[in-house]
């Protein structure tokens, strides 16, 4: 079964830096296209952004020009590094696989790390 | 950007009865329309992909229906495992975006 651990969620004040991680194991991360999304408190889900298997890079407009995703295939590793966070970023963030190298659906999920911007 | 529609936001259901979630697009989407559930403290998890393809392990319970832009899921017959927040969300084209969520809850 595919496994994804998100890790590096922290309390951090409007304006700082935080890099999140996902550890992906159980499939071959190389091959597949992967994402992160998020969930406010209380609130639905927010696509954050994609990668495919060969780096070509996506970004919702809330999050671009501030956020960078990455990927490391010798690692089986996912990143999201996020810049000049702002309250609204508060939430919830989960690392999902996609289906496919490029495209698809999300068919495995972790269970997240919460991000909390606040002074 | 696609917007996605859920309706109803609540839906009150008994449990065995049936229930039916929808999802509007704002222009097609083709079949790229998936499901998902979310139970309270838990992450999301694939229900239906390709618009009413099941997951490995869903119940048959579970069904998916539409095309373009107006889709559909049923649950044929409640059970308590199923009271959570459901989300239908398109890959069609970027940015990839989610519909508000429906919360089924016990009536």
């Known amino acids: 079964e595919v496994q994804l651990l998100e890790s590096g969620g922290a309390l951090v004040q409007p304006g700082g830096s935080l890099r999140l991680s996902c550890a992906a194991s159980?499939?071959?991360?190389?091959?597949?296209?992967m994402t992160w999304v998020r969930q406010a408190p209380g609130k639905g889900l927010e696509w954050v952004s994609s990668?495919?298997?060969?780096?070509?890079?996506y970004y919702a407009d809330s999050v671009k020009g501030r956020f960078t995703i990455s990927r490391d295939n010798s690692k089986n590793t996912l990143y999201l590094l996020m810049n000049s966070l702002r309250a609204e970023d508060t939430g919830l963030y989960y690392c999902?696989?996609?289906?496919?190298?490029?495209?698809?659906?999300?068919?495995?999920w972790g269970q997240g790390t919460l991000v909390t911007v606040s002074s | 950007e696609i917007v996605m529609t859920q309706s109803p936001a609540t839906l009150s259901v008994s449990p065995g009865e049936g229930a039916t979630l929808s999802c509007r697009a704002s222009?097609?989407?083709?079949?790229?329309l998936v499901w998902y559930q979310q139970k309270p403290g838990q992450a999301p998890r694939l229900l239906i992909y390709?618009?009413?393809t099941r997951a490995t392990g869903i119940p048959a319970r579970f069904s998916g229906s539409g095309s373009g832009t107006e889709f559909t899921l049923t649950i044929s017959s409640l059970q308590s495992e199923d009271f959570a927040f459901y989300y239908c969300?398109?890959?069609?084209?970027?940015?990839?975006?989610f519909g508000g969520g429906t919360k089924v809850e016990i009536k």
């Open positions: 999902a696989k996609r289906s496919g190298s490029s495209s698809g659906h999300f068919d495995s």
């Open positions: 159980r499939f071959t991360f190389t091959n597949y296209a």
């Open positions: 990668i495919s298997d060969g780096d070509n890079t």
């Open positions: 222009q097609t989407v083709n079949s790229n």
């Open positions: 390709d618009v009413s």
């Open positions: 969300q398109q890959y069609n084209s970027w940015p990839l975006t």
